[in-house]
């Protein structure tokens, strides 16, 4: 048992024109070099644009990319005797809620267009559509969880 104090969990805060905590969560992850308030300019950009092309409320169209995107399995490596293998581990839901922002924001950078609100906007429309390379990722990763089954003992 250590000897310290347990870490206190933090909690997400909420942006300041939606309220939305996952808002907040992806306004931090595309976050570069400290310019918080042009990652919020980005973003809501993204979400009128979002607006404009579905006609749905973006929260609403965000949300449910995030949820198509968030996996429920994940692949680590482990070494036994000598060899490593490829272990599938369940994941939490707040773990898989990052992984697939991390996912979201790294696929609409790959992306070519104009600029970054016009490809983040794009790539959340398609995942909510369950297409796009954010969840080409996914699919990649249960797919190889589930080629690794065998291997779930040595987790």
Not at 16 to 31: A, D, E, G, K, S
Not at 123 to 130: G, Q, T, V
């Amino acid at each position: 048992m250590s000897r310290q104090s347990t870490v206190e969990k933090k909690i997400e805060k909420f942006d300041p024109i939606y309220h939305n905590r996952l808002v907040n969560m992806v306004v931090n992850r595309i976050l570069k070099h400290g310019k918080k308030s042009l990652a919020y300019r980005i973003f809501y950009q993204s979400l009128k644009k979002i607006q404009q092309k579905t006609e749905k409320n973006p929260l609403i169209v965000l949300r449910q990319a995030i949820q198509k995107l968030t996996p429920k399995l994940i692949v680590k490596s482990r070494r036994v005797s000598g060899s490593t293998y490829q272990v599938p581990i369940e994941i939490k839901k707040k773990e898989g809620k990052i992984l697939a922002i991390r996912w979201l924001l790294e696929s609409s950078r790959k992306r070519s267009g104009r600029n970054m609100h016009f490809k983040l906007s794009y790539e959340i429309m398609d995942a909510a559509r369950e297409k796009g390379n954010a969840i080409r990722k996914k699919e990649e990763i249960h797919k190889m969880a589930e080629s690794n089954k065998a291997f779930a003992h040595y987790h």
